[in-house]
């Protein structure tokens, strides 16, 4: 009876083990080089997640469109062209530095204009735009005496034997010319930009006031200085519509008569194990597979071992508790 118990009882240790065995090899087998991988067609599992999208220059003239390449090369892997679609899009304005020069003749102390309106174009539309401008510097030329400056005058008291020129008193002899600075600091001009050659009277006296009047042209020239103004600062061009071609491209499959490329996707065991053996045909493939199958499932074969050494140990106690009881 003792016997039959002893014999019972490893017989549900040797089946529970086997049990526990099974459970953990499920985590995975050993790789049958006749079986093919996963649920996918050898083609699917080569041009799944292969495909790119390129984007051509941007144009405005269709002269100057410029179609996808048939083949482009990413990361060592050769695509090829599927379809291509052309696509309006708005390049935006860029951030850039201009300048330009301007040209000014300016009379006496007149100084040039802080900002200028100036023209630019754009050199990938060729259209023309304009941006206001701040000026950075000013260079004086040259300058010159030039003509045609003029302005009226009014006496008072031309009955009497001196003018009334504002404030200052002329006297009637004396030619109205001699009395150049005077007039200038009258009219608020600098004396040193301007000069009266002569006077001339026009029209004839008349009365204002109880006053009797008279009126004068003074002529003479005007200091005329030629500037050259730089205005430059930083600018955003405007936006440009145009067009654009963008490819849609695939990786070349595997084994195709043109050529092999790398596909991206990492290699599997069976693979791997395929790759061993057209490199070496000498080395034993079933040694070689089972080597990268534990290296892959190294966890199931750890958890594995241990089991079958508590099976072993159980049996051992048990072994030795049955002779035991017998002696």
């Known amino acids: ?103 000014y003749e300016l009379e006496g102390e007149q100084e040039p204009p802080d900002t200028a309106s100036i023209t630019l174009t754009d050199e990938s539309s060729g259209k023309t735009y304009e941006r206001q401008l701040p000026r950075l510097e000013v260079k004086e030329q040259n300058s010159r005496w030039e003509g045609g400056f003029s302005f009226e005058i009014t006496v008072t008291g031309y009955d009497a034997d001196t003018f009334l020129l504002g404030e200052t008193e002329i006297p009637a002899d004396v030619p109205l010319e001699t009395y150049e600075e005077e007039f200038l600091k009258e009219l608020g001009l600098p004396v040193d930009c301007y000069r009266i050659d002569s006077v001339e009277w026009l029209g004839e006296a008349y009365s204002k006031n109880g006053a009797v009047c008279r009126n004068a042209l003074a002529m003479g020239q005007k200091l005329v200085r030629q500037t050259i103004v730089k205005y430059g600062g930083q600018i955003r061009t405007p936006e440009i519509t145009g067009k654009q071609y963008v490819g849609i491209y695939e990786a070349w499959e595997i084994g195709t008569e043109e050529t092999e490329v790398r596909m991206p996707e990492e290699k599997t065991g069976e693979e791997r194990i395929r790759a061993i053996e057209e490199k070496d045909p000498e080395k034993e493939p079933e040694s070689e597979g089972l080597r990268l199958w534990i290296r892959e499932h190294v966890t199931v074969v750890t958890v594995s071992l241990f089991v079958a050494a508590g099976v072993i140990a159980a049996l051992w106690l048990c072994l030795t508790a049955g002779k035991r009881k017998e002696h």
């Not at 006749?34 to 269709?62: C, H, L, W």
Request: with cysteine.
């Open 1 to 103: 009876m003792k016997k039959n118990s002893t014999r019972g009882l490893l017989t549900k240790i040797l089946c529970g083990a086997a049990v526990l065995l099974a459970l953990c090899g499920a985590g995975g087998t050993p790789p049958d080089a006749s079986e093919p991988p996963g649920g996918m067609s050898e083609q699917e599992k080569q041009t799944a997640g292969n495909r790119i999208f390129s984007t051509g220059p941007f144009f405005v003239d269709d002269k100057d469109a410029k179609h996808p390449e048939k083949e482009i090369v990413r990361d060592g892997i050769i695509y090829r062209l599927v379809s291509e679609t052309l696509e309006e899009t708005v390049q935006e304005g860029i951030l850039t530095y201009v300048s330009s020069d301007v040209t």
